[in-house]
């Protein structure tokens, strides 16, 4: 209970003990005009004579007096308990609506924290979304960049691709032309020799036939190591020759290749095949013989026709 309320129960209070007090008052004074008015009657009855209807319209007054102050006081007690009553149910209205207040309030807080649990619920959803879309784009970036870069590379594999086909297509057009004109010196030299040798078949038949017989003699011992040194000296020169055009790789080292090369009267290049060896350098001596294409070969008939078909064997170092 509040304190307006208790100010309100006081004067109640002591409103009612008033209203009481005064009650027993006019009682006492009623009793007391009546002991009055006995007594004087007693005492007096002698002494003169007491008009009865005048004491009987006092006694009445009085008695309606009474009447008067207790239906009085009964309003004022039913008022002051209406009253009473009425601030009963204000103060359980009170109560009631400080209920209803207080669990409004508290209903209030509640939705207040399930808002702010949702608003940072959707805070963090949208720093998340932001967060993942970021992602998203620096992957896309990325992605875009390596995108570019392998479309860079693969231009530039192409251009070199494109290069290297040329480059090839150009030496397979030198190579060509180069052996067009070998064939066609080749030719020329071989129609010359033909001439010369229908020129010189008649001078020189009857020298060979004069040396035959020595020649024999002398093949196995000196003439047949000359050819022998001969050979190797200028299979020593192809060899060189070759290395000098060989692409060297480390893998090389150790390894060897023997190929054979098949040679023109006058050195130009007819062919080469591997024989045996690393696959690899064999590939690699083979692009070197074509790099040179032509060979120096001695005068000596019998020297060149053991190097027109010759293997030679590459060891890089």
Sequence with gaps: MNKKENTGYSGVTIISVLLHAGLLGGLLLGDYFTNVASHLTVNNIEAVVIDSSLVNEQVRKIREQRSETKRQEDNHLHQLKQQT?????????????????????????????????????????RQKEAEEQHQREEATRIAKEKLAAAET?????????????????????????????????????????????????????????????????????????FIFNEVSRYGAIYTQMIQQNLLVDSSFFGQQCIVRIRLSSTGFLFDVNEVSGNRTLCRATQTAVLKISSFPVPEDKEIITKLQNIELTVKPK
């Design 153 to 225: 590379e693969r231009k530039w594999q192409e251009a070199e691709q494109y290069k290297a086909e040329e480059a090839a297509a150009q030496v397979k057009a030198n190579r060509q032309r180069a052996e067009q004109k070998r064939k066609k010196a080749e030719a020329l030299k071989i129609e010359e020799i033909r001439k010369r040798k229908l020129i010189e078949q008649e001078a020189t038949r009857n020298e060979l036939f004069n040396d035959l017989e020595f020649e024999s003699v002398n093949r196995n011992s000196a003439r047949g190591r």
């Design 85 to 125: 009553n009425q601030l009963k149910k204000q103060h359980e209205q009170e109560k009631k609506r400080l209920h209803e207040l207080r669990t409004e309030r508290l209903a209030a807080e509640k939705d207040i924290r399930k808002i702010e649990t949702e608003r940072k619920r959707i805070s963090a959803a």
